[in-house]
């Protein structure tokens, strides 16, 4: 079996983010204007079952409800914390345990070359709606074979509070440093996303690092440091915002405030002229499956438009949907907290994280401790 990386070992953003269900304690769904859904429009699979490895918000009754509802069916949802538990999960279970996968991009390959999922029948599955940079992502390709789906992305990059930040002085990174707002500085406590946003501040793509090249990044987490009056999960830093023990969180975005917002909370979040860092889910087939038909209609009922509206106002976390027709689901207030209409310029002033390897991932780490104990 192949071994959990070591950051993966810590608690993930996601596990961070469940939690943060409690903080967030939004009913935002409840306001989307859903079109009138045939209820049972086909009995072809009355009855049977779907097994699903997932992150929480894919398996989340208010997403996989109308699904289940239309076809008859059951879906047995196993939620994971971390990419290398489901892995391993994968790696243990028998031929036909599982049907679908829903899982980072920057893995695909890694479970393509293991042989744990399958390919996808490309015909199978309109894309035409997707942002362009969705409608074929690197990731999820071997050459011109498609493996996996994007289905929600966001970003790394600023959440602050309204009420006592300006947004002009977060037009850079370089605000974390800055003796404006010294001692009120949050810090979500990831190593790997924030060591690549603040990569982007000194013009360093995403991946691996050269030894000077993390060295500089270091520096820069010591000068944010003397700035820094909490470094924490996000239910953490969300509670930092709210009762003003920091102004600014380094890394946070819409997945770590849209909920609050959508509730009434004076917090927010941009994107510096640096750009951000992105996040990619997708889902698959998995290898040896069963139920690859039904696996089929699953997946086309998360790309569209209805499935989509609901990934990206999950109770466990928001994120914008790759189906920009799911625009004409959600409403007006949800699509300016998901900051719609500056979708073009952020994707294009952002970069997808590069999974790297388990080498370079302890580098960062001893990086990030540093920081953490400096």
């Known amino acids: 079996m192949q071994a959990v990386r070591l950051f993966e070992q810590r608690l993930s953003r996601r596990y961070f983010l469940q939690r943060a269900g409690a903080v967030l304690a939004t009913t935002a769904f409840g306001g989307l204007h859903l079109p009138t859904y045939s209820v049972a429009q086909t009995r072809k699979f009355q009855g049977e079952s779907l097994n699903i490895l997932t992150w929480a918000d894919h398996g989340e009754e208010k997403v996989l409800g109308p699904f289940k509802e239309k076809y008859g069916v059951r ?122 946003m603040l990569g982007l501040y000194l013009g360093i793509k995403p991946g691996p690092m050269s030894d000077t090249d993390l060295n500089r990044v270091k520096e820069l987490l010591l000068k944010i440091k003397k700035h820094t009056s909490v470094i924490g999960d996000v239910p953490t830093v969300q509670q930092a915002l709210l009762n003003e023990s920091a102004y600014i969180i380094a890394g946070g975005a819409e997945y770590a405030v849209a909920g609050l917002m959508a509730d009434g909370h004076p917090v927010d979040w941009t994107m510096p002229k640096e750009g951000a860092i992105r996040w990619n889910e997708t889902v698959t087939i998995v290898a040896h499956t069963r139920k ?16 989509q509206a609901r990934l990206a106002t999950a109770e466990a976390y928001w994120g914008m949907p790759t189906n920009q027709k799911a625009g004409e689901i959600l409403t007006d207030k949800q699509k300016r907290i998901l900051r719609w209409e500056h979708q073009p310029a952020y994707l294009a002033r952002s970069l997808n994280k590069v999974a790297v390897s388990s080498e370079e991932e302890r580098k960062w780490e001893d990086g990030w401790r540093e920081f953490l104990q400096a």
Not at 169 to 176: G, N
């Open 75 to 196: 879906i047995n949802v196993k939620e994971y914390e971390i990419s290398g538990v489901a892995i391993a999960q994968l790696q243990q279970s028998r031929p036909g345990d599982w049907d679908v996968l829903v899982i980072d991009d920057a893995d695909i390959p890694r479970v393509v070359e293991m042989g744990l999922i399958q390919p996808l029948d490309k015909t199978r599955f309109d894309l035409s709606g997707f942002w362009p940079e969705y409608q074929k992502l690197s990731t999820v390709y071997r050459g011109e074979t498609m493996y996996a789906i994007p289905t929600k992305f966001g970003y790394q990059c600023l959440a602050y509070n309204t009420e006592k930040v300006d947004p002009k002085d977060l037009e850079s990174y370089a605000i974390l440093w800055s003796d404006k707002y010294s001692g009120k500085i949050g810090v979500y406590d990831y190593f790997l996303q924030i060591i690549e």
């Open 292 to 307: 690859k038909a039904l696996a089929e209609h699953l997946l086309q009922y998360y790309i569209s438009p209805e499935g």
